[in-house]
C-alpha cells in the first residue's frame, strides 16, 4: 500500500529529516557568526572613533606650594643676600602658604618656624599663632634688610594676598605700628580673620634693630 511505512520510506523521512537538521543548524551557526561579525566591527568603529575625539588633559590637583619664587633683591642688603644664596642649598618642607603684596611687588613662601634659615629663604610663620587661612590672628615674621624691607612703603588700605591649598584669601591692612620687641600683645587672637607681619625697625639701623614695624591686616568680606 502506497501510504504503509516500509523499511526504504522510514529511511528517506531520516534522511529528509537529518538534512532539514543540518540546513537549519549551519543556517542559525552562519547567522550567529554574521551578527557576531557585525558586533565587532560596530564595536570597533565606536573605538576607533573615540580614538580620534581629542582627548581632554586631567584636571590638575595642587600638590603643593612653591619655596622659591621669583627675588628681587635690589633693596636687600649684601649679607641678607649672602645669607639668601647659602639657604639655596637646604631641603625645606613644603611652604604652609604664599604671601603677595601687589603694591610692593613681594611674592615669598611662608614657612614654618622662624629659624635663621626660615627667614633667609622666606618668611616665617610665628609658632602658638593660627596657621596661614585659619581664623585668629596669624603672626609672620620677615627680615627688614631682606623679604620684608618693602615693608616701609606700604599703607593703610593696601591688599595683602595669602594663598594656602585649601584656597586664596584677600586682607586688608587696618593698622601699622611700631612697638617694642616686648610688646607680644600684637599677636594676642582677634575675633576676624587678621594677619599681623612682623620684621624690626628701623629698616636701615646698623647692628640689632630696638624695634619692630608692625602691620595688622583683616580678611576682606567681598
Not at 18 to 38: N, P, Q, T
Not at 90 to 117: N, Q, S
Amino acid at each position: 500500500m502506497d501510504g504503509a511505512w516500509t523499511p526504504l520510506r522510514v529511511l528517506q523521512w531520516s534522511l529528509i529529516a537529518i538534512g532539514l537538521a543540518l540546513v537549519g543548524f549551519w543556517s542559525g551557526a552562519h547567522l550567529h557568526g554574521w551578527l557576531g561579525g557585525r558586533a565587532a566591527i560596530e564595536s570597533f568603529a565606536e573605538a576607533r572613533a573615540s580614538a580620534l575625539l581629542p582627548v581632554e588633559p586631567a584636571a590638575e590637583t595642587p600638590s603643593g606650594l612653591p619655596v622659591d619664587l621669583p627675588v628681587d633683591t635690589t633693596l636687600w642688603a649684601e649679607d641678607r643676600i649672602a645669607e639668601y644664596e647659602a639657604s639655596l642649598s637646604h631641603e625645606f618642607e613644603a611652604p604652609l602658604a604664599v604671601l603677595r603684596i601687589p603694591k610692593i611687588g613681594l611674592e615669598v613662601a611662608v614657612l614654618a618656624g622662624t629659624d635663621e634659615l626660615a627667614l633667609n629663604r622666606g618668611v616665617g610663620h610665628i609658632a602658638g599663632t593660627p596657621p596661614p587661612g585659619a581664623g585668629g590672628n596669624c603672626g609672620i615674621a620677615g627680615h627688614r634688610d631682606g623679604y620684608f624691607r618693602g615693608l616701609k612703603d606700604i599703607a593703610i588700605g593696601d591688599a595683602i594676598e595669602l594663598e594656602t591649598l585649601d584656597g586664596a584669601a584677600t586682607y586688608e591692612i587696618t593698622e601699622i605700628l611700631i612697638v617694642k620687641p616686648s610688646d607680644v600683645w600684637v599677636l594676642n587672637p582677634t575675633a576676624a580673620p587678621s594677619l599681623t607681619l612682623v620684621t624690626c625697625y628701623p629698616f636701615y639701623f646698623v647692628g640689632s634693630a630696638p624695634q619692630r614695624f608692625i602691620v595688622r591686616a583683616e580678611r576682606s568680606t567681598e
